[in-house]
Structure formats: C-alpha cells, structure tokens
C-alpha cells in the first residue's frame, strides 16, 4: 500500500486529534506503519481544528503537515462555510462529511469523491450524545478499506482502556457506521 494520508475536520473539543490518534492505532493493529498529530494553533473549544493521519506499508519518514490528503473526514458540517475542506486533497481522494443530506448537494471545489453519511443520528442513538469522533472510524473503515474494522474496535479498547463503558458504546456506533455501507 502506498502512503495514504487523511485529514480530519472538527470543532475544538470534538475530538478530532483523538480521532486521528485512534486511527493511526487501528492501522497499526492491522500491520501498517502510521503517524498521527494535530495542527494547533490559537485553538479553543468551537474553534476549527485539524488532525492528521498518514498510513503506510513501510516506514514513514515524512515529518510535515499533510498538504495533498487521500481522505478528508469532516466532523461537523457547519465547518463548511468557514473552512476548505477539500483544499489540496486529491482528484482521486474520499470526502467523508458527517451529514444526513446527499452527497450531490454539495458543492465543492474538487474531483474528489464526496460521501455523506449521518454520524451524528448514530452517535446520538448509541451513545446518547453528538460524539461522532470515534464513530467516523467506522464509516472510514467501510468507504476506504485502508482499515478494518476489527483494528478499529482494538483501537478503541485501547484508547478507553479505563472506560470500559465508553468502548463499548463507541464500538456500537462506528459499526453501525460500518454496515451502513458494507451491510
């Protein structure tokens, strides 16, 4: 496998560094070499975020902010009208965005394919809260194949590790996720 690097849109206090972390922990079950960091800036809660991701088969010896991403998750879609999601990520690239509207509703400056899926719906379902960070994995796993969703629940255990709880609930969403696309 090639390197493949995803970038993950959120709001401050959405999770989306833990997000890119759990993601990274999930390749690395699944026998992939990965990174994972945040870029923060003056960030506070509410504020956009950005976290990222790289996986590969051999070593990564990339030390910089991921510019041209394969795959884009985008957590809250408020981010839309402030923030370029689809900024440099490829023509062949996934846009993942975190809505119950169609995908041909949006209108974004790329080739990329555009994928909606409504992560909240689960996620307040499941958990009982908008917590879609964790859940997202789940739909990744299932539109990218990049990694499965077995590598996903460890990563999470390992993660909640003192939450028991937490894991479980958070299991039960990104597979709802998962089979909302892979049935």
Do not use: W
Not at 52 to 80: G, K, M, Q, S, W
Not at 137 to 163: N, P, R, W, Y
């Amino acid at each position: 496998m090639p390197l493949k690097e995803i970038r993950i849109h959120g709001r401050g206090g959405q999770g989306a560094v833990t997000a890119s972390e759990v993601l990274a922990v999930a390749a690395f079950y699944d026998g992939k070499y990965c990174q994972a960091f945040p870029s923060f800036g003056v960030e506070r809660r509410g504020a956009p975020v950005e976290a990222f991701t790289r996986i590969a088969d051999e070593p990564i010896n990339i030390r910089e902010h991921v510019y041209e991403p394969d795959y884009v998750i985008l957590l809250d879609p408020t981010l839309l009208s402030s923030v370029d999601v689809a900024r440099g990520v490829k023509d062949s690239g996934i846009i993942i965005i975190n809505s119950n509207r169609p995908a041909s509703e949006f209108r974004l400056n790329t080739k990329a394919k555009i994928e909606t899926i409504d992560m909240t719906a689960a996620a307040m379902e499941i958990i009982g809260k908008p917590f879609v960070n964790i859940a997202s994995l789940g739909a990744f796993a299932a539109i990218t194949a990049e990694i499965t969703l077995e590598s996903v629940f460890k990563a999470i255990d390992q993660e909640f590790a003192h939450k028991k709880a937490v894991a479980e609930l958070n299991k039960k969403a990104a597979e709802k996720l998962y089979k909302m696309f892979r049935g």
